[in-house]
Structures are given as structure tokens and as C-alpha cells.
Nanobody, 125 residues
């Protein structure tokens, strides 16, 4: 059974940083594409970033480029999202998603088969 468990969310002031973690079990990390999505109240789910085993390619939403970084640690079976210079508009529930295919620029939720339960990120003073 595939499980994705997110952690690291919380309350942070504007300009602050958080690092989200997604630990994956029951999933062979070769090949893979893993992504972070977010869902804010009243808005559609948005693709934030994705990472593919195909050459380690990454993709970022324009709204987070230069502020967020996605990375993976295969030994720990974990994927991270380092979020810097956080803004109030980054407030959302963040979800980790995975598929056992090496995709490139996979920004649609429909491309992913496995999802975590989400972790809340709130950016507020």
C-alpha cells in the first residue's frame, strides 16, 4: 500500500521560511514523479512544483519561482519543499502527490495516482 505523509506545515510570518517533508512508503522510487500541490479556500488546487527521476528535472509555478525549492532524498524516501520569503498568498493546504512514471512538467493533478493527507501552511502576521 502506497502512503505519502506530509509534515512541516505551520504558522509563519510574512518573509519567513518553512520546509515541508513528504515521506513515501510502498512505492518504488524508480521511476517516479513527485509533486507538491496546494489548495487555498475558494481557489482551485494549484500545482506548486514537481520533480522527476528523468534527469532530475524540476518545474515551478510562476508564483513560487525563486522562492521555493523541491528536492529529494532517496535514502530517506522523502521529498522536500523549501519555502522561503513566504507571502500571505502562500497560505493553503499543501499536498504531496506521486506517480510511478518519469514525467516532465507534470503540473496537472490528474497525472498523479497517490496523494498525501495535506499539511496546513498559514502565512500571517
Amino acid at each position: 500500500q502506497v502512503r505519502l505523509v506530509e509534515s512541516g506545515g505551520g504558522l509563519v510570518q510574512p518573509g519567513g521560511s518553512l520546509r515541508l517533508s513528504c515521506v513515501i512508503s510502498g512505492f518504488t522510487l524508480d521511476p517516479y514523479t513527485i509533486a507538491w500541490f496546494r489548495k487555498a479556500p475558494g481557489k482551485e488546487r494549484e500545482g506548486v512544483s514537481c520533480l522527476s527521476s528523468r534527469g532530475g528535472s524540476t518545474n515551478y509555478a510562476d508564483s513560487v519561482k525563486g522562492r521555493f525549492t523541491i528536492s529529494a532524498d532517496s535514502a530517506k524516501r522523502a521529498v522536500y519543499l523549501q519555502m522561503n520569503s513566504l507571502k500571505p498568498e502562500d497560505t493553503a493546504v499543501y499536498y504531496c502527490a506521486a506517480v510511478d512514471t518519469a514525467l516532465v512538467d507534470a503540473t496537472s493533478p490528474r497525472e498523479y495516482d497517490y496523494w498525501g493527507q495535506g499539511t496546513q501552511v498559514t502565512v500571517s502576521s
